[in-house]
């Protein structure tokens, strides 16, 4: 049996800095991803893939899946575990449903992501991550929140390519442009190119807006196969058309290359080649801005354009409205913040919209999507490319 | 009062477990590496089947699957490519900022990002030399039968070569 896949429902708590618990922020993604869709019975899901990464640490709690499934209201019946790759746990979670359903393992799998991070005790965040990189080596050398290894892949970025600190701004002005037309966001309020120019200072070059927040929040997704999704949604059907998720190295010592992304070009490689799409024919892209550099590169290694021009292809408003591919048209982790499970699913939402066509920010005829998350050390990327139309 | 071994309830439990690796051969095979690191050497394994030199070390080479390691020197001086500078997040444990950190050219064995201790903000520059600094951490109470021993423990950084 192989099987088209659908995606027919999604939605999202509010993100931010949030008064409640992992389990409040889950119950309200559910009930806006029901909201979404009238006519899906929740009743009739038959899987649940969940994805956290700080569950255990934060809101100390394992065996989530069966937790949410209860607090849901879905009685899975051919699988209900959850899924950790850290900021690509969601993603994660959508390839593995995918590949239930396509193989006839599950008719209708519904994936939810979130975390609650903080605590009452601010530090904590910045603490736990330790626990993010190889805790033993490269959590050892203070290598917790991610700052210091983006300053350095944009120094070098910088150096190698004469990438400049206007281009990193470009992409925090429109993400964060976006991000305040999108209610679900953490921020709700635009910045000015002069404003991130001269933001309060991270690990140089990287200032404040440079650097996406810590946030507390959920997402939800409902895949279905192509027979069954025809039945639930009155809506143009979404398909996935290919995935593709690599890894090269974990340790910071063995990365490969800092200002190319190997893993990235490998998972891209494989979905473009299984969903039979071309970078130039991705109509719009939600991309993993962790640190407005990521974005810039990401551009380069998805092929959108020739290594090294990502800055300028930024600059050049080629990933914006009107440009080459629009890209993270809801705000992005700068705008919408990264609650880290629930970061992949949120991306596959909005590119779920835009090919609907009922995006708050709409692309014009889009018909093919793409996500793309990186995760750890740079040291996993997750790539999913969706259609209107099935490979 | 304080319960003996559950060091939680003295207050450690964090520092204990969460900063810095175990590393009593209890709880970590490749223990030797913090014994040498004692000796101010800089080590890792060396595979003797296929001449690999993973690092981390390990107990199984990745390359060709031997289990037949042995320990080797590696360089402790290296070469500082670039520098960054955090003046902000740096996590608890780890000093006041700004935390310095380098990609460091290990003499071509591996390009390690590095935390640079004993060195002002705009001191180090590309090009610059680095070395090995080895210091004490917080000890792990340890249960050890009925007892509490406290294994000492240290980790690494790198310094400016004077
Ligand atoms: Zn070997």
Not at chain 1, 74 to 81: E, H, Q
Not at chain 1, 88 to 93: M, N, R
Not at chain 1, 229 to 236: G, Y
Not at chain 1, 336 to 364: K, S, W
Request: negative net charge; charged residues 20%; glycine residues 10%.
């Amino acid at each position: 049996m192989d099987r088209n896949v659908c995606v027919i429902a999604g939605g999202m708590s509010k993100w931010g800095v949030r008064d409640g618990s992992q389990r409040d922020f889950f119950q309200e993604a559910a009930k806006a991803c029901y909201d979404d869709n009238p006519l899906l019975n929740p009743k009739e899901i038959d899987g649940l893939l969940v994805a956290s990464a700080y569950t255990e640490r934060t809101s100390y709690q394992t065996h989530l899946a069966p937790l949410v499934a209860e607090y849901v209201g879905v009685k899975p019946k051919n699988i209900c575990a959850r899924v950790e790759l850290l900021c690509a746990s969601g993603s994660s979670a959508i390839i593995l449903a995918f590949a239930m359903i396509k193989s006839g393992q599950a008719d209708i799998v519904m994936v939810a992501g979130g975390e609650k991070l903080y605590t009452p005790q601010k530090w904590e965040v910045f603490y736990s991550e330790l626990a993010s990189v190889d805790h033993d080596w490269d959590g050892g050398q203070g290598l917790g929140l991610p700052p210091p290894v983006f300053a350095m892949v944009a120094k070098q970025h910088m150096l190698k390519y004469g990438t400049k600190k206007e281009h990193l701004g470009t992409v925090s002005v429109k993400n964060r442009r976006n991000s305040a037309k999108n209610p679900k966001a953490q921020f709700q309020t635009p910045v000015t190119m002069e404003e991130v120019m001269s933001g309060r200072m991270i690990v140089p070059p990287l200032t404040l807006y440079d650097c996406c927040p810590i946030t507390d929040g959920a997402a939800c997704l409902v895949l279905a196969a192509e027979d069954k999704a025809k039945d639930l949604t009155d809506k143009p059907l979404v398909y996935i058309r290919g995935t593709g998720q690599a890894s090269v190295n974990n340790m910071s010592g063995n990365m490969p290359n800092w200002t190319t992304w190997e893993a990235l070009k490998i998972a891209a490689h494989q979905a473009y080649s299984k969903a039979k799409v071309d970078p130039k024919e991705v109509n719009v892209a939600m991309t993993h801005d962790c640190f407005t550099i990521s974005e810039i590169i990401e551009m380069e290694d998805l092929g959108f354009c020739e290594k090294g021009e990502g800055g300028f292809f930024v600059a050049d408003g080629q990933n914006d409205f009107g440009g080459q591919v629009p890209t993270n048209t809801d705000g992005g982790l700068l705008g919408c913040g990264h609650p880290f499970g629930g970061t992949g699913i949120r991306q596959g939402m909005e590119v779920m919209r835009q090919l609907r066509g009922d995006a708050v920010q709409q692309v014009p005829n889009a018909m093919t999507g793409l996500t793309h998350n990186l995760s750890g050390f740079i040291s996993a990327h997750t790539v999913l490319i969706y259609g209107r139309e099935v490979a | 009062m304080s319960t003996p071994g559950i060091s939680i309830l003295e207050g450690k439990y964090m520092v204990t477990m969460d900063l810095f690796p175990q590393q009593s051969k209890e709880f970590n095979q490749i223990y030797e590496f913090y014994e040498y690191l004692k000796e101010g050497r800089f080590t890792t394994t060396k595979c003797k089947d296929c001449g690999s030199e993973p690092f981390p070390p390990r107990v199984m080479c990745p390359d060709c699957y031997s289990t037949n390691m042995e320990w080797i020197d590696w360089p402790t001086v290296g070469t500082v490519i670039d520098v960054t500078e955090e003046a902000v997040g740096v996590p608890l444990g780890f000093g006041k900022p700004p935390m310095i950190h380098a990609l460091v050219d290990l003499d071509g064995k591996r390009t390690l990002f590095l935390r640079i201790i004993n060195c002002n903000a705009g001191q180090l520059k590309s090009g610059d030399k680095v070395k090995l600094s080895v210091f004490d951490v917080d000890p792990v109470p340890q249960e050890v039968g009925r007892e509490v021993v406290q294994i000492a423990r240290v980790f690494y950084a790198f310094e400016p070569m004077k």
